[in-house]
């Protein structure tokens, strides 16, 4: 599946791959988090809302199934929702979508953060991306486009309904028949290694063996000999014939990570073996046949370093018989809650298959507005750095901390670099940073705010509470809020500060990220 210039716009091969069609997307509903974790993932289509007209979204309404061809569609039903539905309704501009509470007394937020008061205009563009909303802190849902008809695809043991994942599955499906080099591109942590295998069990050789190696950790001395093999005496310690990758691979698939890393000399060999099909190991007169499929990956951007002269174009064009892109866990957003669930039961069977305790029927865990903070996050180490974070949420659950703890341990989590994201040290829970919320005073909060430019994550750190409470606390407080802001007085502020926003924010006193959205909703930015 590819899209169109038309963001709304789907296109979708069939299963038999003999013909394409063009069907509008229509704006959608994805269930993030449920008090009954097994209806995470559900989705609901909404195609009336998609043709001009009103929707209702309560206990009772509308319709969610997960996929799959037995799918069986059923409401929220939360009792702790209203019967009375919120609404939902075609915007001023195309693709834009009104929220309207109607008078219902429940608390909906967007990201877990802002409040919803009377009615929230989300624009095309807030759509596109995904509005993240939490319903009374107990359900999360994700509104953005999706495909009225699900489109079928094989799973090959990933977790994902995104149309990015579902474009995965299918270009796995396209590659895997075929026996030519697959090149996998993606970031760091975005599973790279496991479309790999998938290939692998998808394709011809399945019943061959299936080698992989992680080219970054061979040493460079040493990594033709480890690719190639070596004779008898090629080398100092070498008193055996050793037998290399390749030929440990022979009859299967031989997968290459990180292959931007591979020295230039053993670059060269790689390109040779590639055209001749055949290899030649470390001090040997001989050749050696080989029947191998080559899978690569790599993070780096391969086509730098061929104009930096640090990678051989025709190696690369050897390589990407078949080009993958793996897509970032920022563009699969409806994706986090399936997998912060699944991790969940994994971790918990990997931890001692201890039941995960989810809570009570009214107060679950975890609160949706924790799983929309995971949604919100841009996971710079992605899918790998979220199955951390999954880990230590499941320790610090089974530890009995608090939600105030909890909520800290978030932000610590989120903040941590995410380059080597296994290794993240354990925060300092003995020696806890946190308060409790009726310690800080509002006189403390507006000083917090003015000296952090009421940058409320910065802010809230500085006072040693969490994002989430210091949003309470705001809520709670006669501090004035950008949704307070009327068209006038932003107005004035944005002129005096040549347009500037975070500018006018400061002068205002209020949240950056919410006066932009404050000036959007008003239209203030046409």
């Known amino acids: 599946m590819e899209e169109t210039a038309d963001p709304q716009i789907t296109r979708t091969t069939d299963p038999r791959g003999t013909a394409e069609s063009l069907r509008p997307r229509v704006p959608g509903l994805v269930i993030l988090s449920h008090p009954d974790p097994r209806r995470v993932g559900e989705k609901a289509a909404l195609v009336k809302l998609g043709s001009g007209q009103t929707v209702g979204l309560s206990r009772r309404e ?136 998938a290939l692998h069990d998808a394709g011809r050789r399945r019943q061959g063996p299936y080698v992989a190696v992680n080219m970054a950790a061979l040493p460079p001395s040493l990594a033709a000999a480890e690719l190639f093999g070596a004779a008898r005496g090629a080398y100092t310690g070498a008193d055996r014939k050793k037998i290399g990758f390749f030929e440990s691979a022979q009859g299967g698939t031989l997968f290459l990570d990180e292959i931007g890393d591979m020295p230039s000399e053993v670059q060269a060999l790689l390109l040779r073996a590639l055209e001749s099909r055949e290899i030649q190991p470390v001090g040997s007169v001989e050749t050696v046949p080989i029947d191998v499929r080559i899978l690569a990956a790599t993070d780096a951007a391969l086509e730098a370093a061929i104009a930096e002269g640090r990678f051989r174009a025709p190696l690369l064009h050897r390589l990407a018989g078949f080009e993958i892109r793996l897509p970032a866990l920022r563009e699969r957003r409806d994706d986090v809650g399936r997998l912060f669930f699944h991790f969940l039961r994994e ?6 298959g201890a039941e995960i305790d989810f809570g009570t029927a009214d107060r679950p865990w975890p609160p949706a507005d924790l799983v929309a903070r995971l949604v919100e996050n841009d996971w710079p180490g992605n899918v790998r750095q979220l199955r951390n974070v999954t880990r230590r949420l499941l320790i610090a659950r089974r530890d ?90 932003i107005e004035t502020a944005l002129a005096r500060h040549g347009g500037d926003a975070d500018a006018a924010a400061r002068d205002l006193k209020v949240s950056p990220q919410g006066l932009k959205r404050r000036i959007t909703a008003l239209r203030l930015d046409h």
């Open 62 to 197: 509308p319709d969610f199934a997960a996929p799959g061809p037995e799918a069986v569609f059923r409401p929220l039903d939360d009792a702790f929702l209203s019967r009375s539905p919120f609404l939902l309704s075609p915007g001023s501009e195309p693709g834009s979508v009104v929220f309207a509470r109607s008078g219902i007394p429940t608390r909906v937020t967007v990201g877990g953060g802002e409040e919803i008061g009377t009615s929230r205009a989300f624009t095309a563009a807030e759509i596109e991306r995904g509005v993240v909303l939490v319903l009374g802190r107990r359900i999360a849902l994700l509104l953005h486009p999706v495909d009225p008809v699900p489109v079928a695809a094989p799973g090959f043991g990933l977790v994902g309904e995104s149309a990015a994942s579902l474009r995965l599955r299918q270009e796995i499906r396209s590659a895997a028949g075929l026996d030519v080099p697959v090149l996998l591109r993606g970031e760091t942590g975005t599973g790279k290694e496991l479309v790999a295998r």
């Open 347 to 352: 971790e918990s069977a990997a931890l001692g």
């Open 400 to 489: 009995g901390l608090g939600e105030t703890e909890t909520n800290l341990l978030v932000d610590q989590l989120l903040a941590e670099p995410a380059r080597h994201p296994s290794v993240l040290p354990l925060p300092l829970l003995s020696q806890p940073r946190y308060r409790k919320p009726s310690e800080v005073s509002e006189a403390e909060m507006l000083e917090a705010l003015e000296a952090h430019r009421w940058q409320l994550k910065t802010a809230a750190g500085a006072l040693g509470i969490s994002r989430g409470t210091l949003y309470r606390l705001l809520e709670s407080s006669k501090v004035r809020k950008a949704a307070d802001l009327e068209p006038p007085e």
